[in-house]
Every structure is written in structure tokens, then in C-alpha cells.
């Protein structure tokens, strides 16, 4: 595998991006060219993956819809334990701070946003609830 630093510095250099026909330009074996088509590969998924919401994309699009019918995000969502892991999981991911509590119920809740979930634990693990207002 070509080590990430020595990429970069070829690239930079123009060990591999200069033109055929010129001093710079060099022949590389075709195993070193696949492994440096993996490697760029590699970090073309690890930057798209560090922009993917997938752990959040679906409460996401619930908020997105609330606001376009409500002109506000909705203050509560009740969500199923794998949804709740899954915006817990993205905070952790993303280095950012996580703002936990309890609910007037008793329940746990995570914020995202500026919308409260709400753990649900005895409802399906991949539930996300219709979003609603603070009744209290």
C-alpha cells in the first residue's frame, strides 16, 4: 500500500500528475498505479463518509418537513432506541457536544438540532415518531 504522506508529497511535486513528454513525467508500474488509484479511492469515501448524515438523514428530513408546515422545528420527536444509538453514535463521530436530559415522563432525551428526542425504548428499535409541539 502506498503510505498516504508519500502520495501527497509525489502529488504535490508532480512526480505523478505531470505530463506525459516532460522531464517530470515518470513510468510507474501498474501495481503501484492501482494501489494509488485504491488509496485515492479510499480517501474520496473517508471525505464523502465525514459529510454523510446516515445515522441522522430520516430525523433530519422529519424536522425539515415539520418546519416547511409549521415555520419552527418541532420541539419534541419520539424515537426507538436504535434511532436514539444512532444520533448518539453521530455526535460521537463528529466530536460534538451532546446536550442529554430527561423528559417530564421520566424518558431520556438527546437534542439535535434545536429538537428534543425522546427515547423510546418500548416502542420498535427503528421507530421515529410524528413530530410534535411541547404539551407542557
Do not use: C
Given at each position: ?79 426507538g ?15 460534538l ?37 411541547n404539551?407542557?
Open positions: 500500500m502506498v503510505d498516504r504522506r508519500e502520495l501527497l508529497k509525489n502529488a504535490v511535486f508532480g512526480g505523478f500528475v505531470a505530463r506525459p513528454g516532460t522531464a517530470a513525467a515518470q513510468s510507474i508500474p501498474e501495481r503501484q498505479a492501482q494501489e494509488l488509484v485504491d488509496g485515492l479511492k479510499n480517501v474520496t469515501r473517508a471525505i464523502d463518509s465525514a459529510h454523510s448524515f446516515t445515522e441522522i438523514a430520516e430525523v433530519r428530513m422529519r424536522q425539515v418537513a415539520f418546519l416547511r408546515a409549521e415555520g419552527k422545528f418541532p420541539d419534541l420527536i419520539d424515537v432506541i436504535d434511532v436514539w444509538m444512532g444520533v448518539h453514535d453521530w455526535h460521537v463521530k463528529h466530536g457536544p451532546m446536550t442529554l436530559g430527561r423528559h417530564a415522563s421520566s424518558r431520556y432525551t438527546i437534542l439535535l438540532l434545536a429538537t428534543t428526542l425522546v427515547l423510546r425504548p418500548d416502542f420498535v428499535p427503528t421507530h421515529i415518531g410524528t413530530p410534535y409541539e404539551r407542557g
